[in-house]
């Protein structure tokens, strides 16, 4: 077992200039900065966990590759093996997306599951050394990390590249069983390899490259009218920080009906017919534990699917000025409560349009955020507004068309909207993805965007608010005015879910340019504070922002932090399961030690 550092040991810095995190305890902190190769310990990792020697990290990965063998272990060495930098060939052990030093959100190794055993017994071995360490799906959590860990140095669980099997998919009941390793385009793929398509639909994020089970434990969005990819699961099997292995809801009941060979594994054994069919079981309800948390590893899981709806029609309304954002979105609240707009629509900013077709060059040679006579030229150019609304209706041809005629009528009231198509028009490459992405075909489109300055790179500022036309211009001007300083373009949308919105601001940056990377850190500080003052909070964030944000979730003294807190310590005594993840500490941590300083003032 590892030695717990001392008080007294400098603590890493993840800005090459900014201050250094004082320990107040004689809890886990920090190691020191990412040293050169040179000066390591031969084979040793770039980043030590915290409290181990090099000696004591040898017998970890030594142990660990008897647990997974010997082609699944991969110790991070080298600054070369930090290379992989996109999101069709993302890296497994850092942040592609850094706004820190890219060092530092470093995994020392990276292990590889086969199944759900090696999980199990992974857990067990950290569990011995006191070995941190980070699950990941896919490693595709671009704008909030990716596959990078909250502690550098913790080893990486990569649950993808094994355990990859699409386990079920039941047209009766609608739904499919899935690994961690199964992507948007995997379960697509899968229906319209089995002649599936035309009754079953999936439901898909902007980007279909990701994991199912890792884009709902984040609780991640789609587009159509099952788009809250979290409500639409359904049971799961968990292998807790301990390496037991739990079933959630129905599935934590036998079922006789389902006979199986004597001398199975506990996972391995047939679930309960109504496993993906009922979410609660009998009981205290548990899934919600393991969702945006540090308490479980998720092995599998029910995801419900959208039967063929017997008609589908996308659609875009363009509206011309900025001010409309305040009508279009008190015109969207009540039709989305009502059900008329039946799916997840989304009111785009005219940049993340522009964005998706050229990069900034592309439109003008200025660095400095475009003003608005130059937004009103470049969507006159696409023939779009400075807004953009996209949505779709669904089910057999009398139904859309009342749906439609509805939609039309509403939005009517404001002057110059203009209502599109995707058959009747070429000359919006958007709306023809999205046409895609709202009836759940996936695609890799929208990964555009990104590329709007050079070498970009980008984090997502998500507020959460009520769906008022008063709340979104604030929003929206408090976000606009912060870019304005930063010398940053806002790029947005407005994503309406059932009651709310998702306010998604794309803060794009140049990843190798320093003081780019300070702006942009400096901008998602800034607002997620001006946020919390106007009571808004963000429902997810980046690595380097966990800490900030549970802060600001501070009611009757941190009440709710404190709760997650005392069920971590329960569950996971030794604090080895993504400790920090979302700012939950486990108690041999000094929290204040890892928090991450980030620029004060531009």
């Not at 717990?4 to 200039?17: F, R």
């Not at 690994?179 to 948007?184: A, K, Q, Y």
């Not at 697509?188 to 884009?215: A, C, F, M, T």
């Not at 997620?528 to 009757?556: C, K, P, V």
Request: glycine share 8%; with cysteine.
């Amino acid at each position: 077992m590892p030695a717990t550092l001392k008080s007294g040991h400098a603590a890493g810095d993840p800005n090459a200039d900014g201050p250094t995190a004082k320990p107040s305890s004689s809890k886990k902190i920090p190691n020191l900065p990412t040293r050169p190769k040179e000066s390591q310990h031969s084979g040793g990792p770039l980043t030590l966990p915290p409290g181990f020697t090099s000696e004591v990290y040898d017998e970890f990965v030594a142990a660990a590759r008897q647990v997974v063998g010997e082609q699944n272990v991969t110790v991070i060495t080298d600054v070369a093996q930090l290379s992989l930098e996109h999101y069709t060939d993302p890296s497994k052990v850092h942040d592609m997306h850094n706004v820190v030093e890219k060092t530092y959100f470093v995994a020392s190794a990276v292990l590889c599951p086969r199944d759900v055993k090696d999980v199990q017994d992974i857990m067990k071995l950290c569990n011995q050394f006191e070995m941190p360490v980070w699950p990941f799906s896919i490693g595709r959590n671009t704008g909030y990390g990716g596959a990078a860990p909250r502690v550098p140095g913790s080893v990486a669980l990569d649950l993808g590249k094994n355990m990859n099997k699409i386990l079920e998919v039941n047209v009766e009941g609608a739904f499919a069983l899935v690994e961690p390793g199964v992507t948007f385009f995997d379960l697509h793929e899968y229906l319209v390899k089995n002649n599936l398509r035309d009754q079953l639909w999936i439901d898909v994020p902007d980007i279909g490259g990701g994991s199912i089970i890792g884009n709902a434990i984040e609780r991640g969005v789609g587009y159509t009218p099952y788009g809250d990819h979290w409500m639409m699961h359904c049971g799961m099997e968990v292998v807790l920080p301990s390496g037991e292995l739990i079933r959630t809801g129905m599935g934590a009941l036998p079922d006789p009906s389902r006979p199986h060979p004597d001398g199975l594994r506990p996972d391995q054994v047939p679930g309960n017919r109504a496993w993906q069919l009922f979410n609660y079981g009998f009981g205290p309800y548990n899934d919600g534990i393991f969702s945006q948390s540090n308490l479980g590893i998720v092995t599998k899981m029910g995801i419900w699917l959208m039967p063929n709806p017997g008609g589908y029609q996308a659609y875009l309304i363009t509206l011309p000025k900025d001010e409309d954002l305040h009508t279009a979105l008190d015109i969207i609240r009540p039709l989305r409560l009502q059900m008329v707009l039946q799916n997840v629509p989304t009111l785009r900013h005219i940049l993340l349009d522009a964005a998706v077709s050229g990069n900034k060059k592309s439109y003008t040679h200025k660095d400095e955020p475009l003003d608005d006579e130059e937004l009103d030229a470049i969507a006159k150019k696409l023939k779009l507004g400075r807004w953009n609304f996209y949505g779709a209706v669904y089910g057999p041809e009398p139904v859309r068309k009342v749906l439609w005629s509805v939609i039309k009528e509403a939005f009517s009231k404001i002057e110059g909207a203009k209502f599109v198509l995707p058959e009747e028009t070429k000359d919006h490459p958007v709306l023809q993805t999205r046409s895609g992405t709202l009836q759940g075909i996936p695609s890799l489109d929208e990964l555009a965007w990104v590329n709007w300055l050079p070498n970009g790179a980008h984090l997502f500022f998500s507020p959460i608010a009520k769906i008022t036309g008063d709340d979104g211009m604030l929003q929206y001007s408090m976000t606009k005015k912060r870019c304005k300083e930063a010398g940053v373009d806002f790029i947005g949308t407005f994503t309406i879910g059932m009651r709310e919105m998702h306010h998604i601001v794309c803060i794009v940056f140049d990843r190798y340019n320093k003081e780019k990377r300070d702006r942009a850190h400096w901008l998602i500080r800034t607002l997620i504070q001006d946020a919390a003052e106007h009571g808004w909070g963000e429902y997810r964030t980046h690595l380097a922002l966990m800490d900030q944000i549970a802060d600001t979730y501070s009611f009757n003294d941190n009440a709710q932090r404190k709760l997650n807190e005392t069920i971590k310590n329960a569950l996971d005594p030794k604090g080895i399961l993504a400790p920090g993840k979302n700012g939950v500490w486990p108690s041999n941590y000094d929290r204040e030690a890892w928090r991450i300083p980030g620029p004060d003032s531009l």
